[in-house]
Nanobody
Framework: QVQLVESGGGLVQAGGSLTLSCAAS????????MGWFRQAPGKDREFVAA????????IYTDSVKGRFTISRDNAKSTVTLQMNSLKPEDTAVYSC????????????????WGQGTQVTVSS
């Protein structure tokens, strides 16, 4: 089992920044690729970003490229999502997830999920 706990959400004005963190415990963190997903009210869960187990490969959904940065610290068992130039359409509950299999943007490939943290961007 892997336990994931997100933090860092909040209310920010458009154009502002937030840093989300996800702390993992349980199994060996470096065995897992890590991803961030988000879900806005009334919408399906959406892939945001993912980072490979060793941090060498990252992927992003097009709408956040150039604004968001995913990183990880295997020594501290944490993954971080730096979000800049936030837009109202970024408003959602953001969740981190762990995947020991294929490096993927598909939510169905992820085995463990955090509870999520709310990000609200006001216009």
């Amino acid at each position: 089992q892997v336990q994931l706990v997100e933090s860092g959400g909040g209310l920010v004005q458009a154009g502002g920044s937030l840093t989300l963190s996800c702390a993992a415990s349980g199994r060996t963190f470096s065995d897992y690729h890590m991803g961030w997903f988000r879900q806005a009210p009334g919408k399906d869960r959406e892939f945001v970003a993912a980072i490979s187990w060793n941090g060498r490969t990252t992927i992003y959904t097009d709408s956040v490229k150039g604004r968001f940065t995913i990183s990880r610290d295997n020594a501290k068992s944490t993954v971080t999502l730096q979000m800049n130039s936030l837009k109202p359409e970024d408003t959602a509950v953001y969740s981190c997830a762990a995947n020991r299999g294929v490096f993927s943007r598909r939510s169905s490939d992820y085995d463990y999920w955090g509870q999520g943290t709310q990000v609200t961007v006001s216009s």
